[in-house]
């Protein structure tokens, strides 16, 4: 009982923040491109396949894009500063 009346006005608000909706695109759009890359690559050759290269490339420009976009956003869906 003792322990309920000193925790009694800790409690944290809580807000609503925005949602960083093209970050995750981005982040869903990379990781997503790598991922398939990376395990259909094996099966297909690697880089000696079209589909591999594109999708290595859409993953690269996609994941560099969200970290500009991550470092610039008010509020990011992947918080890049470490502080």
């Known amino acids: 009982m003792e322990v309920l009346s000193t925790l009694r006005g ?22 997503g491109s790598l991922y398939i890359m990376l395990d259909q690559g094996k099966d297909l050759d690697w880089f000696n396949l079209t589909e591999i290269i594109t999708l290595a490339v859409i993953a690269v420009v996609a994941l ?9 956003e008010d509020y990011p869906i992947v918080d890049l500063f470490v502080i």
Do not use: N, S
């Open 64 to 72: 560099l894009f969200l970290i500009i976009w991550e470092l610039m």
């Open 10 to 31: 800790r409690e944290t608000k809580t807000a609503i923040m925005p949602i960083d909706a093209f970050g995750l695109g981005l982040l869903i759009v990379g990781i």
